[in-house]
Each structure stands twice: as structure tokens, then as C-alpha cells.
């Protein structure tokens, strides 16, 4: 399935990009999706767990992927 990844602030300028397409398997999890979105070039720094949006949601790391679904990989954010 294909799914769309969302990425802002340091994650979309540490892999170069806002979004990205990626292939995975009918069963995959957010934690599939992290990991195979960690071992692009760029994404090192990229946390084990990051906080992880689906269709505009918070997710935890064991929920299944659909296909179509919007996944966003949020930063942390700091202020002041």
C-alpha cells in the first residue's frame, strides 16, 4: 500500500523534503512506517518513537496502517 508522510520543521529539512510516498506491506504499523522512514539518508537523528499523527490523530506505535491513510511525523517543539 501507499501511504503519504507528512514531515515539518527539523524532520523535513534534516530529509530534504515536506512528504514523502512510501510502499509498505497490507499489515504494516506506525512502527513499520517509523522505521523504514529512519533508514533513509538523513533521518539518523530521527527519534526511535516520534510522536506520530494518522488522519489528523495521534497514534501509538502498534496501530495497522491502512492504505490512503496521511501520516505526519511531528517534532518536538520548543518555545518561549
Known amino acids: 500500500m501507499t501511504l503519504t508522510v507528512l514531515l515539518f520543521a527539523s524532520y523535513a529539512d534534516a ?3 515536506s512528504s514523502l510516498a512510501l510502499q ?3 499489515e504494516a504499523r ?14 539518523e537523528g530521527l527519534p526511535l518513537a516520534p510522536l506520530v ?3 489528523q ?3 501509538r ?3 495497522r ?3 490512503g491513510d496521511e501520516v505526519a511525523l ?5 518555545g518561549g
Open 24 to 26: 509498505l506491506p497490507a
Open 30 to 43: 506506525v512502527s513499520d512506517l517509523v522505521a523504514q522512514v529512519r533508514a533513509l539518508p538523513g533521518a
Open 15 to 17: 530529509l530534504g523534503t
Open 57 to 59: 490523530r495521534y497514534a
Open 53 to 55: 499523527a494518522v488522519n
Open 65 to 67: 496502517l491502512s492504505a
Open 74 to 78: 511531528i517534532p518536538p517543539v520548543a
Open 61 to 63: 506505535s502498534d496501530q
